[in-house]
């Protein structure tokens, strides 16, 4: 099994940067391919970003392209996700996820984190 813990979310103005962590436990977290999400209020879940396992490749949703990178360490059991330029819009719970990329798709598997809010004023 494998557990996500995500941190590094808050308050930021508009323009600013955060970055994400999601820490995971469990001896199989370099088999995953990891994914980041956000739920807005009222709105449905979104892709955001993933990274492969090997982290040879990477994938984002076209509204964050070129304003956040993901990357991860497998040694510590950490992915990131670097957030520049944010947008009131970025506004949102984010949530990392273990999963399978195939065909340039990522499908989460049951191992979400709890969420960490990022909230972006103008």
């Known amino acids: 099994q494998v557990q996500l813990v995500e941190s590094g979310g808050g308050l930021v103005q508009a323009g600013g940067s955060l970055r994400l962590s999601c820490a995971a436990s469990?001896?199989?977290?370099?088999?995953?391919?990891m994914g980041w999400f956000r739920q807005a209020p009222g709105k449905e879940r979104e892709f955001v970003a993933v990274?492969?396992?090997?982290?040879?490749?990477?994938s984002y949703a076209n509204s964050v392209k070129g304003r956040f990178t993901i990357s991860r360490d497998n040694a510590k059991n950490t992915v990131y996700l670097q957030m520049n330029s944010l947008k009131p819009e970025d506004t949102a719970v984010y949530y990392c996820?273990?999963?399978?990329?195939?065909?340039?798709?990522?499908?989460?598997?049951?191992?979400w984190g709890q969420g960490t809010q990022v909230t972006v004023s103008s």
């Open positions: 996820a273990a999963g399978t990329y195939y065909q340039g798709s990522f499908i989460p598997s049951n191992y």
């Open positions: 990274m492969t396992w090997s982290g040879g490749s990477t």
């Open positions: 469990g001896r199989t977290f370099s088999s995953y391919a």
